[in-house]
């Protein structure tokens, strides 16, 4: 098996996982070591995967990997919407080109792919409503991070009509985890508050989000790989949608502190205001159920990931905050 994007937050977990849950693998992780990738992050499993450095738009080299390998499991993208409303060009690239230079060497070595992709290239849904996206959703991604996403999905999808690869394709809603960048929302609320800074939500904080615990998405994805149709996008979510006002003030309780005890900053432009997946093919297909029923429970082990882990973060804190600085937030 080869993981692109390994070093990443949900690769890295995910190769813990198949390690522990799917010992018949073989697996070769490709990253390029991007500051979002963090070699220490595979430590645990260093005897069990062979790590290779290197870049996805790299044809030579990626057709080299992909001759050895029977299935593709690609993770490998720029990642964080603000980053992408900073400079799109990495996100062009690696999302774009990337994911057409992999396509185009299982395609010449008839490799079977699963492609990772997000809810956001379905845009957001409104605020007041019940519906969710599916399967069937128009896409109309709103920020150049979704863009490529999207257009990244599009080509899997004209590959798999037009060549025949055989690929499967999945859009999970956010995931929370061990391993995640300080970047992020949770990991970043909670690495503020270990180290004295107040948590920072955008805008009113009424934006909604869906949380997915890691392990549940990584699970889907194995359960996809194993029965999954050629060609099809399943979706993933939870089911847990909260505000990130809400969220803000849980990891304030949970850690001890008052609620309130956080700042309002400057709105993301264009920024989504709800996301949720009807992940009921997964669901009554495959027989995906999510294991972390409780989001309380799982952001508290979360958090205590963070508390006994700071070795792993620190380096990349200032760093994030210092560029959160520059744009206002
Ligand atoms: P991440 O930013 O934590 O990790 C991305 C990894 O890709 C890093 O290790 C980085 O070094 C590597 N990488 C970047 N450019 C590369 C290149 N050109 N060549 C090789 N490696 C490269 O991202 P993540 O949050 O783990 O997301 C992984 C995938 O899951 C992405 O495709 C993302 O779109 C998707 N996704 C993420 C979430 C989420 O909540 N984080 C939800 C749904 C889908
Ligand atoms: O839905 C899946 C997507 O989830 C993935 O495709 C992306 O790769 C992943 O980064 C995530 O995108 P979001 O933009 O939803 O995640 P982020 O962690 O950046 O922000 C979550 C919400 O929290 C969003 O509404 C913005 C808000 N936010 C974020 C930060 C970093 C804050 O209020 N304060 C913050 O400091």
Same mark, same amino acid.
Request: proline share 5%; with cysteine; charged share 25%.
């Given at each position: 098996?080869?993981?692109?994007?390994?070093?990443?937050?949900?690769? /890295?977990?995910?190769?813990?996982?198949?390690?522990?849950?799917?010992?018949?693998?073989?697996?070769?992780?490709?990253?390029?070591?991007?500051?979002?990738?963090?070699?220490?992050?595979? /430590?645990?499993?260093?005897?069990?995967?062979?790590?290779?450095?290197?870049?996805? =738009?790299?044809?030579?080299?990626? $057709?080299?990997?992909?001759? &050895?390998? $029977?299935?593709?499991?690609?993770?490998?993208?720029?990642?964080?919407?603000?980053?992408?409303?900073?400079?799109?060009?990495?996100?062009?690239?690696?999302?774009?080109?990337?994911?057409?230079?992999?396509?185009?060497?299982?395609?010449?070595?008839?490799?079977?792919?699963?492609?990772?992709?997000?809810?956001?290239?379905?845009?957001?849904?409104?605020?007041?409503?019940?519906?969710?996206?599916?399967?069937?959703?128009?896409?109309?991604?709103?920020?150049?991070?979704?863009?490529?996403?999207?257009?990244? $999905?599009?080509?899997?999808?004209?590959?798999?009509?037009?060549?025949?690869?055989?690929?499967?394709?999945?859009? =999970?809603?956010?995931?929370?985890?061990?391993?995640?960048?300080?970047?992020?929302?949770?990991?970043?609320?909670?690495?503020?508050?270990?180290?004295?800074?107040?948590?920072?939500?955008?805008?009113?904080?009424?934006?909604?989000?869906?949380?997915?615990?890691?392990?549940?998405?990584?699970?889907?994805?194995?359960?996809?790989?194993?029965?999954?149709?050629?060609?099809?996008?399943?979706?993933?979510?939870?089911?847990?949608?909260?505000?990130?006002?809400?969220?803000?003030?849980?990891?304030?309780?949970?850690?001890?502190?008052?609620?309130?005890?956080?700042?309002?900053?400057?709105?993301?432009?264009?920024?989504?205001?709800?996301? /949720?997946?009807?992940?009921?093919?997964?669901?009554?297909?495959?027989?995906?159920?999510?294991?972390? &029923?409780?989001?309380?429970?799982?952001?508290?082990?979360?958090?205590?990931?963070?508390?006994?882990?700071?070795?792993?973060?620190?380096?990349?804190?200032? /760093?994030?905050?210092?560029?959160?600085?520059?744009?206002?937030?």
């Amino acid at each position: 098996m080869l993981v692109t994007g390994g070093a990443g937050f949900i690769g /890295a977990n995910f190769v813990h996982y198949t390690v522990r849950h799917h010992p018949e693998y073989r697996i070769r992780v490709l990253d390029a070591l991007t500051y979002a990738g963090n070699r220490a992050s595979l /430590a645990p499993v260093d005897d069990r995967v062979a790590f290779v450095p290197g870049d996805i =738009c790299d044809a030579a080299l990626v $057709d080299s990997l992909v001759a &050895d390998a $029977d299935v593709v499991v690609h993770f490998a993208a720029e990642s964080h919407v603000d980053n992408s409303l900073r400079d799109p060009e990495p996100f062009v690239r690696t999302n774009l080109i990337g994911t057409f230079t992999l396509l185009e060497a299982v395609r010449r070595h008839g490799v079977r792919f699963h492609h990772i992709s997000t809810d956001e290239v379905f845009g957001d849904l409104p605020l007041d409503a019940t519906g969710k996206f599916t399967e069937q959703t128009a896409y109309d991604p709103s920020s150049p991070y979704s863009a490529t996403k999207a257009g990244s $999905d599009l080509l899997v999808r004209a590959w798999v009509r037009s060549y025949g690869v055989a690929a499967t394709l999945s859009n =999970c809603a956010n995931n929370y985890g061990p391993f995640q960048h300080v970047e992020k929302f949770i990991p970043r609320q909670v690495t503020n508050v270990l180290t004295g800074e107040r948590p920072k939500l955008y805008g009113t904080g009424v934006n909604v989000r869906e949380w997915t615990h890691v392990d549940d998405h990584n699970a889907a994805v194995h359960l996809i790989l194993r029965q999954g149709r050629i060609g099809e996008t399943y979706l993933i979510g939870s089911g847990d949608e909260r505000s990130n006002r809400e969220i803000v003030e849980l990891i304030l309780a949970l850690m001890d502190r008052p609620t309130d005890g956080y700042d309002h900053v400057p709105d993301r432009p264009g920024h989504d205001l709800r996301y /949720a997946n009807d992940s009921t093919r997964l669901r009554t297909e495959l027989g995906w159920r999510p294991r972390f &029923d409780s989001f309380r429970d799982g952001l508290a082990a979360t958090i205590d990931w963070y508390r006994a882990n700071e070795w792993w973060w620190k380096p990349q804190k200032q /760093a994030t905050e210092e560029s959160y600085r520059r744009l206002g937030r």
